[in-house]
C-alpha cells in the first residue's frame, strides 16, 4: 500500500510547481512587452539629460546666488551713505511722468497651467511690477482675473503683493473693467502689426505659459469677444534666431521703453536677451557678433532657452525679488523658474 502511494507523493509537488513556473514566464514576456511598449524617444531622452545636468548643477546655482547677494550688499554697505540707493529710487518715482495708457495681465488662463507655470507667471508679473515702478513713464498696470492658483501661490509665497502701489489688482475678467473699444489684445498670431501706441488705448498681454500646447489661443479670444488685437512690429526691426513670440514681462518692458524713447528698435534691442540671437533686418545677412552683443539686453545660462520656447516665449529670467518693508518687491537677480 505504501509502494503505491508513494508515486503520488512524488507527482504532487511537480504538478504544483507548474503554475509557478508558468507565472514566472507570463511575468518575463509581460515584463518583455512593457519594455517593448515604452521606448524613450529621443526628446524624452534629450529631457532627461537636462534634467540630469540641472540636478547636478542645483547646488552650484544656489553658490552663485549667494556670492551675487553678498557682493550686492557688500557693494551697498560700502556706499558712503547706505540709504543713497532708496532716496536715489524715490527720486526717480518722484520726476516720473505718469503714462495714461493702460497696459493689463489677462490671468484668466490660471486652469490651463500646472502650478509649476503658475509660479512662472508670478515671477513675471514681479518683474512687470517691478520694472514699472522705476519707469520714467509707468503704465497705469492692471492684473484681471487675479483668482485661482495665482492667488494662492501669492498668497503663501509673496504676501507683500497686498501692499503693492499704482497697480490694480482684479478678480473681474478685462471686459467687465473697460470698454471694449478701448482694448487690443497683444497676440503674435494677430495679422495686425501695432505701429503707434495710442495712450488712450488698455493693451491686453495673455497670462499664459503654456509649453506650445495652447497656440493662439490668445488670438482666438480677441477674436471671439470682438476684441482689437495686434503684435508689437517687431518683424521690421528685428530679425531672429528663435520665435518671436515673447515673455510676458519682455513684452511690458518693450513697451515701457517705448513710451520712453518713442522707437521701437531701440526699445527691442534694448530688452530683449541676448540668446534670442536678434540684429537689425538690414544686418541679418551678415551680422557681426559684436553687434549681436550689443543688441542683447542681457545673457541667460543656455538651459533656459529651450524653456524660454516651451513657455510661449518665457524667461529672460523672472527676477528672484527681495520684500522692502512695505512688502514692495524690488527686481534682484535674475533667478530660474520657466518655461510665456
Not at 11 to 25: F, K, L, Y
Not at 97 to 104: H, T, Y
Not at 125 to 136: D, G, M
Not at 313 to 337: H, I, L, Y
Request: glycine fraction near 6%; include cysteine.
Amino acid at each position: 500500500m505504501s509502494s503505491e502511494m508513494s508515486p503520488a507523493l512524488t507527482e504532487t509537488p511537480s504538478v504544483a510547481g507548474r503554475p509557478d513556473s508558468s507565472e514566472d514566464q507570463g511575468e518575463s514576456q509581460g515584463q518583455t512587452a512593457r519594455g517593448q511598449l515604452k521606448p524613450v524617444s529621443k526628446r524624452q531622452l534629450k529631457k532627461l539629460l537636462k534634467q540630469q545636468q540641472w540636478e547636478e548643477q542645483r547646488e552650484l546655482r544656489k553658490e552663485k546666488r549667494k556670492e551675487k547677494r553678498k557682493r550686492k550688499k557688500l557693494e551697498r554697505w560700502s556706499q558712503p551713505d547706505p540709504e543713497a540707493a532708496v532716496r536715489e529710487r524715490k527720486r526717480v518715482r518722484r520726476d516720473a511722468a505718469p503714462s495714461s495708457l493702460r497696459l493689463v495681465v489677462d490671468c484668466s488662463f490660471d486652469s490651463l497651467m500646472p502650478l509649476k507655470d503658475i509660479k512662472k507667471l508670478h515671477k513675471q508679473i514681479q518683474r512687470c511690477y517691478a520694472e514699472n515702478r522705476r519707469a520714467s513713464r509707468p503704465v497705469q498696470f492692471y492684473l484681471t482675473s487675479h483668482g485661482g492658483q495665482l492667488k494662492r501661490n501669492m498668497d503663501e509665497n509673496d504676501r507683500g503683493w497686498v501692499n503693492w502701489k499704482d497697480i490694480q489688482v482684479k478678480p473681474e475678467h478685462y471686459s467687465e473693467l473697460m470698454r471694449k473699444e478701448d482694448l487690443v489684445y497683444l497676440t503674435s498670431d494677430s495679422p495686425n502689426v501695432l505701429q503707434e501706441l495710442d495712450e488712450s488705448k488698455a493693451y491686453v498681454i495673455g497670462g499664459l505659459v503654456d509649453h506650445n500646447h495652447h497656440k493662439g489661443l490668445t488670438y482666438k479670444q480677441a477674436s471671439e469677444h470682438g476684441i482689437e488685437h495686434a503684435q508689437l512690429p517687431l518683424g521690421n526691426f528685428v530679425k531672429m534666431n528663435s520665435r518671436k513670440v515673447l515673455a510676458i514681462n519682455h513684452v511690458f518692458e518693450i513697451i515701457l521703453e517705448y513710451l520712453e524713447t518713442r522707437d521701437w528698435q531701440e526699445a527691442f534691442f534694448t530688452i530683449l536677451p541676448q540668446r534670442k540671437g536678434a540684429v537689425p533686418t538690414d544686418r541679418a545677412g551678415g551680422s557681426s557678433p559684436n553687434h549681436q552683443e550689443a543688441a542683447g539686453a542681457e545673457t541667460l545660462d543656455s538651459e533656459s532657452s529651450e524653456e524660454e520656447e516651451e513657455d510661449g516665449g518665457s524667461e529672460r529670467g523672472p527676477p528672484r525679488t527681495e520684500e522692502q518693508g512695505d512688502g514692495e518687491p524690488v527686481a534682484g537677480p535674475a533667478g530660474d523658474s520657466a518655461p510665456l
